[in-house]
């Protein structure tokens, strides 16, 4: 099957810093990516949708400033957590597919916590 | 609006036995597709089974098959044989355009 990684695993970071979470598509080209947000028990959030070249599109809710996205090629997506507060210490996973509509394969997540 | 319901939030079974989730969701269009992924302690989000709502033939993988009523609206899963390995939170989705929907998730525990 096709491979989604991410980059750290996991990251401490203080309070006030930024931290860049990176997804790569490995052996498949993904003209979109997902990120999503899952708190403890609980399922996915979808936080937004990125295609290749584009913008992200943002879920309601969720603060485009804060939360920084990049799809600038199509094996990689970055999501930049801006002045990281302790609230957004969460965990993050990314997925990406070849097109819009076609099956989303996951990266194994990464835990954020800020202190 | 698209909705997935998973009404257990846990379920329990003895190994090598047999054990399904139950999954309703709601939606107003034909065509669609249906998910259930396994996320183990890794965390690691693993598609255990597909479903695309025009075929009427129950989808199967290995120990793992589904129980597709589309008239009900129902997406259960079941596992034969049930290993120590299969412990883990079982989600159901549903997509019919590129959004995933989940549902809530229900914990599975595998009784050695």
């Known amino acids: 099957g096709a491979v989604v990684s991410q980059h750290p695993s996991w990251v401490i970071c203080k309070s006030g810093t930024s931290v860049k979470i990176e997804c790569r598509s490995l052996?498949?080209?993904?003209?979109?990516m997902f990120w999503y947000r899952q708190f403890p028990k609980q399922s996915l959030m979808l936080m937004a949708t990125s295609n290749e070249g584009s913008k992200a599109t943002y879920e309601q809710g969720v603060e485009k400033d804060k939360f920084l996205i990049n799809h600038a090629s199509l094996t990689l997506s970055t999501l930049t957590v801006t002045s990281a507060h302790p609230e957004d210490s969460s965990f993050y996973i990314c997925s990406a597919s070849e097109a819009l509509y076609r099956e989303q394969f996951f990266g194994p997540g990464t835990r954020l916590t800020v202190l | 609006a698209q909705t997935v319901t998973q009404s257990q939030p846990e379920m329990s079974v003895q190994e090598a036995e047999t054990v399904t989730l139950s999954c309703t969701y709601d939606t107003s269009e034909s065509d669609y597709y249906l998910f259930w992924y396994k996320q183990p302690p890794s965390r690691q989000m693993i598609l255990v089974i597909r479903q695309e709502a025009y075929k009427q033939q129950n989808a199967t993988e290995n120990r793992f098959s589904v129980n597709f009523q589309k008239a009900a609206k129902s997406f259960s899963l079941k596992i034969s044989d049930s290993q120590l390995g299969d412990a883990a939170m079982y989600f159901c989705a549903y997509q019919s355009n590129y959004q995933l929907i989940w549902g809530a998730g229900t914990k599975l525990i595998i009784k050695p």
């Open positions: 052996d498949f080209q993904a003209t979109t």
